[in-house]
């Protein structure tokens, strides 16, 4: 017998996926992006995401604030519209609920939900509710729309490729880490929870790096980039070198690693549920598109490493020496 843990999440995808995959028409983006693109017109495309969470697997509904759920459950589908290079228009909620849950709490969760809408200005379409026996059981899909020759999908890098990172990585695999062991909670712990329980899709940015025909490859980062950065080598046919040491990492994250004994910059590489965006832009000149970048949103965007032609090949590199990584991504099944 092959037990799921033997294959994976990764692996079983792969597993079903190819035998749906051959039935897709050419213009459609199946399963293995962040979004499915549906043809429209020559104007747009629609693009589709749907991420589901358990208590007990994906919260601990003692460690985060019933708002801060709401918002985190809508956030993290937000960031696949986001990592398209698209825009959120609506959004629907499937939802198992106990019958001993106090309907304040729904309240709470509900104004989350709301929150992110307006902040986003999409709408809450519909859904499904319904009673779960021992656990609450979350799923949003979100509607977004995109226009057909700047979608970036997972598929388009090349080798010589500059791979970006826009954000700080590893805060949020500190938050939990803080959560998990109960650890006090300081300015910089505190720091690292809300960076866990509220992440923020890059809509704004997303939508820029994909106006750029320079930007190939796009994808956000929520399995850690390790882990990640495979689903592009796979998707595109290519490998890759990550330099860990310019992996940009908090301060915030660097003093609590340092604490707690840590390896930040493994957390950095391993850790998930950033959902920063990760890009990798042509090598004839990536410097224009990160000072634009940084003129537009006053931000930097990281060069952490290079996407080569050895297929498969991942490489680690620190301070130029070639590394290992002893954590490896998340995956729900290993
Ligand atoms: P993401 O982290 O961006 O949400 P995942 O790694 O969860 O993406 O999923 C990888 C790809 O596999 C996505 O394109 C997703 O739509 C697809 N996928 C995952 N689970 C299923 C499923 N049960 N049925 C069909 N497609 C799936
Ligand atoms: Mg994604």
């Known amino acids: 017998m092959i037990k799921l843990s033997d294959i994976g999440e990764f692996g079983l995808i792969k597993r079903f996926s190819r035998q ?134 997972r598929s388009s890098a090349v080798p010589g490729d500059i791979i970006c990172i826009n954000d700080y990585i590893g805060d949020s695999g500190g938050g939990l880490q803080v959560l998990l062991n109960d650890l006090p909670q300081d300015k910089d712990s505190k720091y690292l929870i809300k960076r866990h329980n509220v992440p923020r899709a890059n809509i704004r940015e997303g939508k820029w790096l994909s106006g750029w025909k320079e930007v190939h490859a796009m994808m956000d980062v929520s399995d850690g980039i390790e882990s990640d950065i495979h689903r592009i080598m796979e998707s595109s046919e290519v490998g890759a070198e990550i330099d860990l040491d310019k992996v940009p990492l908090s301060e915030e994250l660097r003093r609590t690693a340092e604490k707690y004994k840590w390896n930040a910059h493994e957390l950095g590489a391993s850790g998930g549920e950033d959902y920063c965006l990760m890009v990798t832009i042509s090598e004839k000149n990536p410097d224009k598109i990160i000072k634009e970048y940084e003129k537009e949103f006053k931000k930097p965007l990281y060069k952490i490493g290079r996407i080569t032609e050895s297929k498969g090949d991942l490489i680690f590199r620190y301070a130029g020496k070639l590394t290992g990584l002893a954590k490896h991504g998340w995956d729900h099944f290993k």
Request: charged letters at 20%.
């Open 20 to 153: 749906f995959l051959q039935d897709i028409p050419g213009k459609y983006t199946g399963i293995g992006d962040d979004c499915a693109v549906i043809p429209v017109n020559e104007k747009e495309v629609l693009l589709v995401t749907t991420d589901m969470l358990i208590e007990g697997s994906h919260f601990m509904r003692n460690k985060i604030s019933a708002f801060d759920l709401g918002q985190k459950s809508l956030m993290v589908n937000v960031s696949d519209i986001a990592a398209m290079g698209g825009t959120p228009r609506s959004a629907y909620l499937s939802i198992g609920l106990t019958t001993e849950t106090d309907v304040k709490w729904i309240d709470d969760f509900f104004k989350g939900i709301r929150h992110v809408c307006q902040e986003y200005n999409m709408f809450l379409l519909g859904g499904d509710t319904t009673r779960s026996h021992d656990r609450l059981v979350i799923n949003f899909a979100v509607i977004g729309a995109g226009i057909p020759q700047k979608i970036k999908r």
